[in-house]
T-cell receptor
Framework: DAGVIQSPRHEVTEMGQEVTLRCKPI?????LFWYRQTMMRGLELLIY????????DSGMPEDRFSAKMPNASFSTLKIQPSEPRDSAVYFC????????????FGPGTRLTVL | SQQGEEDPQALSIQEGENATMNCSYK?????LQWYRQNSGRGLVHLIL?????REKHSGRLRVTLDTSKKSSSLLITASRAADTASYFC???????????FGKGTKLTVNP
C-alpha cells in the first residue's frame, strides 16, 4: 500500500503565480481532506470531499483557493494568484468513513511564496 | 473553531521516563483520536477512543477519556528517543467526518 501520495513535495514560487498541489488518496477510501499547517494557526481543514463531492469548503481562505476531485483517485488544490501569506505545508488526507474516521495523511507539500 | 487543546505545549524528558499529554475539548464527541507528527512528515494515527470507553491501550500507549470533564490524556511509557515528535488530539466536529485538531504537544525525549 503506497499510502497517500502528494506532489510536489516542495514548491517555491513567486507572488502572483499559480500553484497546483496534487493528491492521490489511498485506493478504496471515500473521503479526502486538504489541510494547511502553519506555526501560527496550526493545522486547519480547508475542504473535504466525500465520494468526489465537496462537502465542506468553509475553511477555504478566499476565492484564490479552489479544489477539485475529478475522480476517486485524484484531487488538486489550486492557488491563483499566490501570495506570501500562503506559505505553509499543505497536507492531503484520506479515510474510509464508516462512523469512525481515522485519517491517513500524505507527506505534505511545503509551499514557499516569495 | 478549535475543539481540542493539548497541554503542555512542550515537554522534554529523559529516555525511559513516562510522558503524559493532556487534551481538553468543548463539545460532545463520539470519539477522540491521537496522532503523532515527526518533524517534516505527515500526521500518523495512533489510537482512537470512543465516548463509551474510559481507557485504551496500544503497546506503550495508554489513552484515557473522561467525558464528564471533556478531557483525554495520552501516556507514553518507557519513552525512547524515537518518540520525539508532536502529538495532536483530534475530535469530530458535529456529526460530520471533519476532525478538528489541537495545536499539539511537542515532545522531546533526550537519550
Amino acid at each position: 500500500d503506497a499510502g497517500v501520495i502528494q506532489s510536489p513535495r516542495h514548491e517555491v514560487t513567486e507572488m502572483g503565480q499559480e500553484v497546483t498541489l496534487r493528491c492521490k488518496p489511498i485506493s478504496g477510501h471515500n473521503s479526502l481532506f486538504w489541510y494547511r499547517q502553519t506555526m501560527m494557526r496550526g493545522l486547519e481543514l480547508l475542504i473535504y470531499f466525500n465520494n468526489n463531492v465537496p462537502i465542506d469548503d468553509s475553511g477555504m481562505p478566499e476565492d484564490r483557493f479552489s479544489a477539485k476531485m475529478p475522480n476517486a483517485s485524484f484531487s488538486t488544490l489550486k492557488i491563483q494568484p499566490s501570495e506570501p501569506r500562503d506559505s505553509a505545508v499543505y497536507f492531503c488526507a484520506s479515510s474510509l468513513y464508516q462512523g469512525d474516521n481515522e485519517q491517513f495523511f500524505g507527506p505534505g507539500t511545503r509551499l514557499t511564496v516569495l | 473553531s478549535q475543539q481540542g487543546e493539548e497541554d503542555p505545549q512542550a515537554l522534554s524528558i529523559q529516555e525511559g521516563e513516562n510522558a503524559t499529554m493532556n487534551c481538553s475539548y468543548k463539545t460532545s464527541i463520539n470519539n477522540l483520536q491521537w496522532y503523532r507528527q515527526n518533524s517534516g512528515r505527515g500526521l500518523v494515527h495512533l489510537i482512537l477512543i470512543r465516548s463509551n470507553e474510559r481507557e485504551k491501550h496500544s503497546g506503550r500507549l495508554r489513552v484515557t477519556l473522561d467525558t464528564s470533564k471533556k478531557s483525554s490524556s495520552l501516556l507514553i511509557t518507557a519513552s525512547r528517543a524515537a518518540d520525539t515528535a508532536s502529538y495532536f488530539c483530534a475530535t469530530p466536529q458535529g456529526g460530520s467526518e471533519k476532525l478538528v485538531f489541537g495545536k499539539g504537544t511537542k515532545l522531546t525525549v533526550n537519550p
